[in-house]
Each structure stands twice: as C-alpha cells, then as structure tokens.
C-alpha cells in the first residue's frame, strides 16, 4: 500500500514538474516527419500479462518490425532527434503515465517484450512476480547498454550473452531486498546517474555492499571489468545463437 502511495504520489508530481521537458521534445519528435511522438510497445508485466507502455518515440516508423529486441547506440533505426532524446533519457519519462496507471511503478525489474520472456530460465520467471519499474538495481548499473551493444553485429545474441546474466541477477537480488526505504535511495541514484554516471555507480556499490550483497554483484556493478558471456540466473551455460534464433528468425 506504501509503495503504491509513493509511486502515485511521485509519478503525478513528476508528470507536472517534467512537463516543461516532455512537451518540447514531442513536438520536435512531431516535426521531423510529422507522426506521432509516441511509441506504444507491448510489454509484459505482472504475471506475464502485457500492458501497453508508453515511450517518447525514437526510431523511426515501423523499425520494430526488424525483428531486433535489442538496440545498440549507432542502430540507424535511430532519428536524428532519438538520439537526443536517448541520451537525456527523456524517452523513459513518459513512462510516469503507466505508474499513475498502475500498469508499472517507479522502482522495478524492467518490463521485456515476450521475445525475451520466452526465453527466462525458471530462475528468471520470478521477475515476473513483481510489477515492472523505470528504474532498479539493473538499470543504473547498464543504463549504457547502448553504448555496450554500439559495434555488435549481432545485438540480440550480444543482449543475452552479455548484459541479460547480470542485469537478471541484479534485479532479482533487487527483489528480494526491497523495501521503501530502498526504493526511495534508487530513485535518488538513479537522479544522480544523469548528472554524473561515475557517481550513481558509486553510490550503487555502496548500496550492495550496505546490503551484502556477493562480490561479483558488486564487481559488476562498479563496472571495472569488460563484460564477458555468462549463464543466465538458473542456466549452466551462455546464450548461443541456437537458442535465440529458428530457422533465421527471432525465436
């Protein structure tokens, strides 16, 4: 009842005092080819159930179409004017309408699209449990994931191998410690990452290690070292291309 409270009462005040950002970058979204600004993804939250998640539009018309679930930072679905958006990370704003909703709240595991959900080992299924965020534990730590995938020739089997593993493991760690008080430091960090991305991740190690949490969680979250392939939570190996595609096609 709390946690529903918080996001209600912060999401609404965070739709009025952002306003002055959104609305301009809508209408600029607008101008450069005079369709809607806004992009309506499915997405599947509590239980697997999808909900339609609103997102500040930055690829161009139809780019979901490519069968691509991951978007490296040189994707030249990209506009001009995405990009911008992108690296202010003002297309996640807009995403304060579906927590007034109810649909996902402020602190949370990302919502995935079902492409992704398919392939959750039964460790990762437990992040269906909880309602879908803006933010969490994963999400400051790869806020970068475009800049991660930027030279991949293969996002989707990059995605998985690399950054799936570990942004799992951080959210399902998220989930078994959450708490208000928690939610609330990671909504500042989370603040702090745009002024200063090596702050948030400090601020986040300290965090992890005030919490316990296993050193390899904290060694990635203090991202010193190149990520290399790692097993999903509950799987005994990595992701290869066999289990992503299926007769070339996104499975």
């Given at each position: 009842m709390v946690k529903r409270l918080l996001d209600l009462v912060f999401a609404s005040i965070g739709l009025v005092v952002l306003a002055p950002l959104m609305i301009p970058?809508?209408?600029?979204?607008?101008?450069?080819?005079?369709?809607?600004?806004?992009y309506v993804p499915t997405r599947a939250g509590v239980g697997g159930r999808p909900f339609k998640m609103v997102k500040l539009r930055t690829m161009?018309?139809?780019?979901?179409?490519?069968?691509?679930?991951?978007?490296?930072?040189?994707?030249?679905?990209?506009t001009p004017i995405g990009r911008f958006v992108r690296t202010c990370k003002l297309d996640e704003l807009s995403q304060l309408w579906n927590v007034v909703t109810?649909?996902?709240?402020?602190?949370?595991?990302?919502?995935?699209?079902?492409?992704?959900?398919?392939?959750?080992?039964?460790?990762e299924n437990r992040l269906l449990d909880a309602k879908p965020g803006i933010t969490d534990m994963s999400s400051i730590v790869f806020a970068d994931?475009?800049?991660?995938?930027?030279?991949?020739?293969?996002?989707?089997?990059?995605?998985?191998?690399l950054i799936r593993?570990?942004?799992?493991?951080?959210?399902l760690f998220n989930m078994e410690r959450r708490s208000d008080a928690l939610d609330l430091a990671l909504m500042a960090v989370t603040v702090l990452g745009v002024v200063?991305?090596?702050?948030?991740?400090?601020?986040?190690?300290?965090?992890?290690?005030?919490?316990?949490?296993?050193?390899?969680?904290?060694?990635?979250?203090?991202r010193d070292d190149t990520l290399i392939p790692a097993a999903p939570p509950g799987a005994d190996h990595p992701v290869?291309?066999?289990?992503i595609y299926q007769d070339g096609a996104v499975a």
């Open positions: 970058a809508m209408v600029l979204i607008w101008l450069q080819d005079f369709r809607s600004p806004l161009v018309v139809g780019a979901d179409s490519a069968g691509v679930d991951s978007t490296a930072a040189a994707d030249p679905r990209i109810g649909d996902m709240s402020l602190v949370g595991p990302r919502p995935n699209v079902a492409n992704e959900i398919a392939r959750y080992t039964e460790t994931e475009g800049e991660i995938l930027r030279d991949s020739t293969d996002a989707n089997l990059d995605y998985n191998r593993p570990w942004k799992s493991r951080l959210a200063s991305r090596h702050a948030a991740l400090g601020a986040l190690s300290f965090i992890l290690a005030r919490l316990d949490a296993p050193e390899e969680l904290r060694r990635i979250a203090r290869t291309a066999e289990d």
